[in-house]
């Protein structure tokens, strides 16, 4: 009976204490490293999406790329306001529009000249790269419209320029212009000085800048689509739309982070199918263990096998009893090895930073716990056989 082979089984384990937790160790450690494997590569996947997305969500930029020699470039083929306002009014998806263009300054910090750059922003840059304003506002429609002499300051910036306090309502002097500080701000997420903001930049209207340069001119687009579904979609329509608003030589570089997105991806789904290959191979090895400690217990307990035919124990009931004690063994250690890995999680969270989650896949402890019982029966299997196959009166003769 099942009741019985039961009992019997985990008797036998209960004598042999230090075999069965010497062969459930390497269950535990495949079992934990599946759940650990998973939860480790969501984690990291699940940061690195954040991050690329705090650069601002659903992105669409453009840059006019200069032609070749042959071709010549035009004033003409520069992107305008009026480009804005077209992608604005014209491309249903977008919900915001931005632009900007830099130019290299200097400012005097301790008598010493430090070089820094000088963006002119339009409204809605703020919404769109998701700035965070440390202290003071954004530019308001007045500062935008009516050249006012105001400015943003970065973090490291504002710190250097103003190290006594709080640089809001102070004069910056940038070159030969005086600007009033509105305002000190940090990039929520860092691009290292691959985009228009440096760690040490000032923030301007781009009128502002326009007036005191000339130059009418935007370098970076940028377009906010509606969802994340609509980017491929808005960053074909922007192409198309700079291409007919400018001579047919010109060229534009529109690109999105959905390509960067999907790298990350990639990258963190074979991350995680490399150490899932490990955490399986461990649990091989622990079923390989547990294989070679049964056919020891078959050997040694040959007789006590004898005993049991002669008295009326069936083939199948042998079979059943071992099957058994080897799936105890490969479930005990798996329930173990999945109740470690969701601790460590758990004990961990409130080591870590604020916007770091670790989220627990429930699927991984259930394949986790799958794939220990299904090596405890696949490894368990051949020393249950040979138990059951063995003759009464050749096992009531061993010694």
Request: hydrophobic share 50%; aromatic share 6%; with cysteine.
């Amino acid at each position: 009976m099942v009741s019985e082979s039961w009992w019997v089984a985990l008797e036998a384990l209960r004598l042999n204490k230090v075999r069965a937790l010497l062969a459930m160790l390497g269950v535990i450690i495949g079992t934990a490293c599946i759940v650990l494997v998973v939860t480790v590569a969501l984690t990291g996947k699940r940061y690195i999406i954040g991050q690329i997305e705090a650069v601002g969500a659903n992105l669409v930029y453009a840059e006019h790329v200069s032609a070749n020699a042959d071709q010549g470039t035009a004033l003409t083929d520069e992107m305008t306001l009026g480009d804005l306002q077209a992608v604005r009014n014209d491309i249903p998806q977008v919900i915001h529009v931005a632009g900007t263009r830099e130019i290299p300054m200097t400012v005097v910090v301790n008598g010493a000249e430090r070089p820094i750059t000088l963006v002119g922003v339009t409204e809605g840059f703020e919404t769109i790269r998701n700035l965070e304003i440390l202290s003071g506002r954004f530019f308001d429609a007045d500062d935008m419209t009516s050249h006012s002499k105001v400015c943003l300051l970065t973090q490291a910036l504002a710190k250097l320029m103003f190290p006594a306090g709080d640089a809001v309502g102070h004069t910056a002097r940038v070159g030969e212009l005086s600007f009033t500080v509105i305002g000190v701000f940090r990039e929520r997420v860092s691009t290292f000085g691959q985009s228009e903001i440096q760690e040490e930049s000032v923030l301007i209207p781009f009128s502002l800048l326009s007036y005191y340069t000339g130059v009418n001119f935007v370098k970076t687009l940028y377009a906010q689509a509606s969802s994340a579904a609509a980017v491929p979609l808005v960053t074909r329509d922007v192409q198309r739309l700079l291409q007919s608003r400018h001579r047919v030589g010109a060229r534009y570089r529109v690109q999105n982070l959905t390509s960067i997105l999907a790298a990350a991806q990639r990258i963190g789904t074979a991350l995680t199918l490399t150490l899932l290959l490990v955490a399986v191979i461990a649990l091989v090895i622990s079923g390989i263990g547990i294989m070679n400690i049964m056919l020891v217990t078959v050997s040694e307990r040959t007789r006590e096998i004898g005993i049991r035919m002669a008295v009326g124990a069936q083939r199948m009931e042998i079979l059943e009893q071992f099957l058994l004690e080897a799936t105890f063994i490969s479930g005990s250690g798996a329930i173990i090895g999945i109740l470690l890995a969701v601790s460590v999680p758990l004990l961990i969270r409130p080591l870590l930073p604020g916007q770091l989650s670790v989220p627990i896949s429930w699927l991984s402890v259930v394949v986790a716990l799958t794939a220990s019982a299904a090596t405890g029966i696949l490894f368990g299997y051949l020393p249950a056989r040979r138990a059951s196959s063995l003759q009464p009166v050749e096992s009531l003769r061993h010694e």
